[in-house]
């Protein structure tokens, strides 16, 4: 098994303190921001950033159904962790200031992958896919912040 990762960023029209207090609202703003390829939306604790638990079910592919359990940190200022309980999933945000009111967003996610010819397609194509979902997700993240 080798570790599989998907990077995304995107440079936002908004102060990063903004742009991060938006990913962190469990509560309101994040449902918000996903695609349809997340359903079950669900925050079980919390809301606001740490300490927070939420659920979702992320459909990668029409085969590829993950249902989340996240444990939500923020172990540095501009960062936030979302732990999967239920795999080996990592999701990290990470929001840093990149000029007067503007911001960069960088999501990356990492997991354990398969091994064997599975695991080649899944270190393969995998990343694309989640790429593509995680820059829509960024895209509704900017537009929502940029009002």
Same mark, same amino acid.
């Given at each position: 098994?080798?570790?599989? +990762?998907?990077?995304? +960023?995107? !440079? !936002? ?5 903004? @742009?991060?207090?938006? /990913? ?8 918000? /921001?996903?695609? +349809? ?5 669900? @925050?079980?604790?919390?809301? $606001? *950033? ?7 079910? /992320? ?10 359990? /996240? $444990? ?5 200022? #501009?960062?936030?962790?979302?732990? $999967? ?15 007067? *009111?503007?911001?960069?967003? @960088? ?5 354990? *992958?398969?091994?064997? !010819? #599975?695991?080649?397609? +899944? ?9 593509? !979902?995680? $820059? ?8 929502? @912040?940029?009002?």
């Amino acid at each position: 098994m080798a570790q599989v +990762e998907a990077t995304t +960023e995107r !440079i !936002i029209a908004a102060d990063a303190e903004a @742009v991060f207090d938006a /990913l962190t609202d469990y509560k309101d703003t994040r449902a918000k /921001l996903l695609s +349809e390829h997340f359903s079950e939306y669900e @925050v079980r604790q919390g809301g $606001d *950033g740490d300490g927070t638990v939420v659920h979702w079910r /992320l459909q990668a592919t029409s085969k590829r159904v993950r249902d989340c359990l /996240l $444990d939500v940190t923020e172990p540095t200022d #501009g960062q936030l962790v979302e732990k $999967d309980r239920n795999s080996s999933m990592v999701t990290t945000w990470t929001v840093t200031p990149a000029g007067e *009111g503007r911001s960069k967003a @960088v999501v990356t996610t990492v997991w354990q *992958g398969a091994g064997g !010819i #599975g695991g080649f397609f +899944e270190r393969t194509f995998a990343p694309k896919g989640l790429g593509r !979902i995680y $820059d829509e997700v960024l895209s509704r993240l900017a537009t929502e @912040v940029e009002k």
